[in-house]
């Protein structure tokens, strides 16, 4: 792989170098033999690392594309959705969702905080919602939601509503359980925990929400994400059969081929365990160093990423470029309200379930020395 500066940011992360070369497959049709079954097993893989056996999507575009799924393909216009919001992204996704005629509640935390159970519960029982959505990692904010316990309250207080997560920021390093905590969907993308180049959209749909979709009285007011148009697609891949709707993103797809292999080889329970273990450490680090996580506590921090606050007297556009030269790139803030107050730091994928590699090692260590550059005299 050439040398480049290691990208440690909450995603685009790195990749393994089988992943890099399998971007690097020679030109192949989409419906060509040797192509049909890479598509064909990732959908098999991914029901296996999101403990699903409903419907998996692979659709060429980012992780927004599966808000536009889920709100376009599941909501009709007028019903109401319950938006757990622990920063940017529940603003965005609830956006989304008004775009398809949504009556959207959001119900917010303070910075840092994650959705209360109690909360949740008692905004269910006040008014009948289509949907909920939790954002389980809030990239904005690395801070994790709860959502096995708020999908316990919704089978509790709401059955029917549907239990939409964003698990963009968390699949592939956060446990997830579709079918055993009752999850009805799940957004992610390919270039965070999973391992591969930005430009997929990767969905995991519960057999319960496609029967929804399938008894919807409105029409789908959207042309391309239309499942009615991607379900015989996903099921002609799977069956190993040629099909075409729009063409899939042939590359990227043996790219998240290669990576979900591994990550499966390797085994979904030890992944948890291993991004557990990176991020205990990084955030033990980082409270040596003296400074403050974003998340108010441990218990409801990200496990892929850390949000940190700078100390007094650093600034982003002091420690940013400190630490490129060091050759780590990290983040700035993006949380509106304290945007310049804070950065971000990602532990994900082979920066953490491959730790010979010594990426964290080579982040914390870069860290403490931009920070002295700094002038930061904390606890170092
Ligand atoms: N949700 C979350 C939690 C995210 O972190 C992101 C991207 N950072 C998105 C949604 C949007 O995904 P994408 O940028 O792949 O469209």
Known sequence: MAAHKLCMIPGPIEFHEDVLQAMATPATSHVAPNFIPALGESIELLRQILFTSGQPFIIAGSGTLGWDMTACNLI?????????????????????????????????????ESPQLAAVAAALKSKKYKAITITHVDTSTGVLSDIKGIADIVRKESPE?????????SVGSEEIRM???????????????????PGLCVMGVSTRAIEVFKTRKTPVANYY???????????AYEARKPSYFATPAVQNVYALHVSLKQIVAQGVEKRFALHKEASLKAKKFIHDLGLK?????????????????????????????????????????????????????????????????????ATLNALKISLAECGYKGAL
Not at 225 to 233: E, F, Q, S, V
């Open 76 to 112: 009709e216009a007028g019903e109401d959705v319950l938006v757990c919001n622990s920063g940017y992204f529940g603003d965005r996704f609830g956006e989304c969702m008004e775009t398809y005629g949504a009556k959207v509640t959001h119900l917010r935390v303070p910075i840092g």
């Open 161 to 169: 509503t549907l239990v939409v997560v964003d698990g963009v920021c």
């Open 179 to 197: 079918d055993a905590w009752g999850i009805d969907v799940v957004v992610t993308a390919s270039q965070k925990a999973l391992g591969a180049p």
């Open 225 to 235: 994400a239309n499942w009615n148009r991607w379900l015989p697609i996903m099921n």
């Open 293 to 361: 996580l974003v998340p108010t506590s441990l218990e409801h921090a990200a496990n892929g990423m850390s949000a940190v606050y700078y100390p007094e007297g650093v600034a982003a556009t002091d420690l940013l470029p400190k630490l490129a030269a060091h050759g780590i790139v990290a983040a700035g803030g993006l949380h509106v309200e304290i945007a310049p107050k804070y950065f971000r730091i990602g532990h994900m994928g082979i920066s953490v379930t491959e730790p010979e590699r010594g990426h964290l090692d």
